[in-house]
């Protein structure tokens, strides 16, 4: 796992920790291959029952085959469509998603379908990232085009990489009471900075499919010749500052009274 990883379990589980409670019945949708439903599943102890959906095949086969081998028999994954959720006749206590609502291209209407499926007094608990320090402070041409990269990928998805700060909104919108809300800024100096040296990796073959990954770019060079952490650390450490905010996480908890 890395750092990057690691500290975005560290927020869902504060997130998630303000959320959910023993014997809850929760849902996780766009669950992947399950790593939110399994730290949900650590917190209590393994005292829950979790569906988690994706549309991805290949991510729900990897999460089950996970519980098979670890004998976890409490946790469900499923092959389906968010708009499918009506069929499964079940309502839930809780429901969480972790960046998700940003590539729904109509978030509100996916919350107001969640709502009926939500029990009375029930939780939703986001968590969404947004692209809200849109130009470094300094001079790091590199480390600049590597986030515009990223960021250029998720729009290109159709991601909306403004979605943390409209959470407020559109759960008021939608009729949730919100419990608690708040953000947290992504820092990087020149020790964490191979967490975005990672995720350019991990995302490559999205940019390459889009078209955004040139011939001539200096990301794809350090890319081929495995130097591209080592490059953006060297940036970082010949900086005025040495450091960056790279962007912002936002966890919101709301409840449904009624």
Known sequence: MSNLQSRRNEFSQRLLGLALKPNMAILDIGCGTGELSFLA?????????IVGIDINKKAIETATQYCQDNHITNIQFLCMDI???????????????????MYLPNPMQ???????????????????TDAI????????????????????????????????????????????????????????TADTISDLAWLIGVMRERMESFGLLK?????????????????????????ESGIFLQDMAFGIVTTKDK
Request: aromatic share 4%; net charge negative; proline share 2%.
């Open 110 to 128: 996916t919350l107001q379908k969640l709502s009926v499926i939500l029990n009375t007094g029930g939780v939703i608990a986001l968590q969404e």
């Open 41 to 49: 599943n650590s917190i209590l102890n393994n005292q829950c029952n």
């Open 133 to 188: 320090f849109d130009e470094l402070p300094q001079h790091l041409p590199l480390n600049e085009q590597a986030i515009g990269l990223a960021w250029k990928t998720v729009s290109a998805e159709n991601g909306d990489i403004r979605i943390g700060r409209k959470l407020y909104q559109l759960l008021t919108q939608t009729g949730f009471d919100i419990k608690e809300h708040f953000c947290e800024a992504t820092i990087k």
């Open 215 to 239: 011939d001539n770019s200096p990301i794809l060079s350090a890319l081929n010749n495995n130097t591209l952490a080592e490059q953006l650390a060297n940036e970082l450490k010949n900086s």
């Open 83 to 101: 708009d499918e959720l009506a069929t499964l006749n079940t309502a839930f206590d809780a429901i969480m998603a972790r960046r998700v609502l």
